[in-house]
Structures are given as structure tokens and as C-alpha cells.
């Protein structure tokens, strides 16, 4: 599975913006989708979470109520749709694809966008 993030950019709190993953490859065989996100000097988090099948999401406390995660199974894309953005909302976020079962099992990352947010 390859994945490409876009729609990152510089937005002025309060602000909004949408990120968009698009997966090529065996798609059919992701479990799950996410996206997290590393800010300078800080390990990767997870911000959000979907399940393929049963669409089943997961949020980080800190972007509940603000930022929404979805897919559009048409054309293997998933979106962050994130709102009443923070400066603390800034850094870099990766999308990522679980896919196969047992030893095939495998995780994708893309290659970044960057988000950020002035005061």
C-alpha cells in the first residue's frame, strides 16, 4: 500500500483545514486507517483512527470535537477534517494504513504534511 498525504498548509487559529490520504496498491486489504502527528522534539501520535470495515473511529482526547476523520471507499481516500484549528495542533501529520493479516501484516506511513497554526 503507498500512501499521499496533501492539503496541509499555514491557517490562523480558529481556522480550518482538510487533509487528504489517497492509498494505491492493495487497498482492498487495509484494516484500518489513521493519522498521526509529530511536532518538533516530540514522538509521533496517533491523532485519529478508522476502521475499513465498520467505519469505527477513534480520537485522541485532544482533537475530540474538533477534528473528524473519514473515507471515501470510491476512490481510496481518507480525509482529516479539522476545525477551530490550535497553535498546539502544529506539526507534522503522516497517514497510515494497517493492512494483511499474520505475517503479512504491514504498516504504511506516507510522506508528511505539514500543519501549521499561528496565534
Known amino acids: 500500500v503507498q500512501l499521499v498525504e496533501s492539503g496541509g498548509g499555514l491557517v490562523q487559529a480558529g481556522g480550518s483545514l482538510r487533509l487528504s490520504c489517497a492509498a494505491s496498491?492493495?487497498?482492498?486489504?487495509?484494516?484500518?486507517m489513521g493519522w498521526y502527528r509529530q511536532a518538533p522534539g516530540k514522538q509521533r501520535v496517533l491523532v485519529a483512527a478508522i476502521t475499513t470495515g465498520d467505519g469505527i473511529t477513534n480520537y485522541a482526547n485532544s482533537v475530540k470535537g474538533r477534528f473528524t476523520i473519514s473515507t471515501d471507499n470510491s476512490n481510496n481516500t481518507m480525509y482529516l477534517q479539522m476545525n477551530s484549528l490550535k497553535p498546539e495542533d502544529t506539526a507534522v501529520y503522516y497517514c497510515?494504513?494497517?493492512?494483511?493479516?499474520?505475517?503479512?501484516?504491514?504498516?504504511?506511513w506516507g510522506q508528511g504534511t505539514q500543519v501549521t497554526v499561528s496565534s
Open positions: 497510515n494504513a494497517d493492512s494483511g493479516r499474520g505475517s503479512r501484516r504491514k504498516s504504511s
Open positions: 496498491g492493495i487497498t482492498f486489504s487495509i484494516n484500518a
